[in-house]
């Protein structure tokens, strides 16, 4: 058994990076890595997701800091720590191969003040199923107020580009699926 099939229920997750927004409507792509001491890699997912909500983001919910991803391409060979990035449990056993194309459901909700934002981002993982809800294979929540700058931090590495004063929140709904492993 490889590394797709193994199971583990000590996984964690990073929503590395996101864009989405909707004014009663919308959508959102999410792309999320995956970590276990069970497992020898870290997988990345991307989630494509729509549905109802107001207000919008570009950014990350786990404090990936902006100077990282302008090394990036600055330099392809740059990689990133993200053993430092903000981590949240995961819920139930699972393996990579039982989220694959599986349903996505993510709702946020948050406030921001220019630049500075903070939220609460939850998302389940479940089966999909043609009528009602599928179970669910996994779930986490996170609460972003930990993971905000101190003052006198880099603009280059807030949390959140919000681009506004405002409140906003969505859920949407839609397919997750796998694009790496670093």
């Known amino acids: 058994m490889g590394w797709w099939e193994k199971k583990s229920s000590r996984w964690q997750s990073c929503v590395v990076a996101q864009a989405g927004g909707a004014a009663v409507l919308g959508g959102g792509v999410f792309f999320i890595q995956f970590r276990s001491p069970d497992v020898s890699v870290k997988p990345c997912f991307v989630a494509i997701a729509g549905g109802a909500g107001m207000g919008g983001s570009i950014g990350s919910a786990v404090s990936i800091p902006y100077s990282d991803i302008v090394r990036q391409l600055i330099n392809p060979n740059f990689r990133p720590p993200t053993d430092d990035y903000g981590w949240g449990a995961m819920s139930g056993n699972f393996s990579c191969e039982d989220i694959q194309r599986e349903q996505f459901d993510i709702a946020q909700i948050g406030a921001s003040a220019v630049v500075i934002g903070a ?64």
Do not use: C, H, M, W
């Open 119 to 182: 939220q609460l981002a939850a998302f389940t993982i479940r089966e999909v199923a043609i009528f009602g809800e599928g179970d669910v294979i996994t779930a986490t929540r996170f609460n972003i107020p930990r993971n905000l700058p101190s003052f006198g931090r880099a603009v280059l590495d807030l949390p959140q580009v919000q681009g506004a004063i405002g409140v906003g929140g969505f859920a949407f709904r839609g397919v997750v699926a796998y694009i790496g492993a670093g």
